[in-house]
């Protein structure tokens, strides 16, 4: 892992976890308006999510990867797609599905949130109202894209140094308490 260098295990290991991911993007769907019929078709018999290995939509946050977000969200629902992201397990992906999700679409009103990367980080935009099932389908590759360029490794020890950095802290606290 020197020198940015993984190695040959830890590369090896890196391209199977991303492999693994990137064929098992399981899906919570958040909709609350029109384009949620057309995410629904997404996984109909006609289009077949299933041929990327998303069929399994989650309806909990703790078994789904991928937060698609489609519909209207206005501020009293913030709050609870705010919480539905936080459930979700690391790593974790947003799709915003349609002009409403994007940008708060035609709703120019108080109510509307303007977009969802207000509350939420967006990993991939759909545009279009209603967004087609073949954007679903392409939003979804640009994904696939994505998680297989992000490194399982480098993840990995970066989080190690985050928690390393936490217990020395706290250690260096109570030592300073203690004196
Ligand atoms: S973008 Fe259009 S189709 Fe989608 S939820 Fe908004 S109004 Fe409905």
């Not at 020198?3 to 919570?28: C, I, Q, T």
Request: with cysteine; charged share 25%; net charge neutral.
């Amino acid at each position: 892992m020197r020198n940015g260098n993984p190695g040959f295990f830890a590369g090896k290991l890196d391209e199977l976890v991303s492999w693994g991911r990137l064929h098992s993007l399981w899906p919570f769907p958040y909709g609350t308006a029109c384009c949620a019929i057309e995410f629904m078709s997404t996984e109909s018999a006609r289009y077949d999510l299933s041929r990327l290995g998303s069929e399994f939509v989650r309806f909990t946050p703790r078994q789904a990867d991928v937060l698609a977000v489609s519909g209207t969200i206005t501020f009293k629902q913030a709050p609870i797609l705010k919480r539905i992201y936080e459930q979700m397990m690391e790593p974790k992906w947003v799709i915003s599905m349609g002009a409403c999700a994007c940008s708060g679409g035609f709703y120019n009103c108080y109510c509307t949130v303007p977009g969802i990367d207000r509350i939420i980080p967006v990993d991939v935009y759909i545009g279009g109202c209603p967004s087609r099932p073949e954007a679903f389908f392409d939003a979804m590759l640009d994904l696939q894209e994505k998680v297989k360029n992000q490194s399982y490794m480098q993840e990995r020890k970066k989080k190690l140094i985050e928690q390393w950095a936490t217990i020395l802290e706290r250690i260096e606290k109570k030592v300073g308490d203690e004196a």
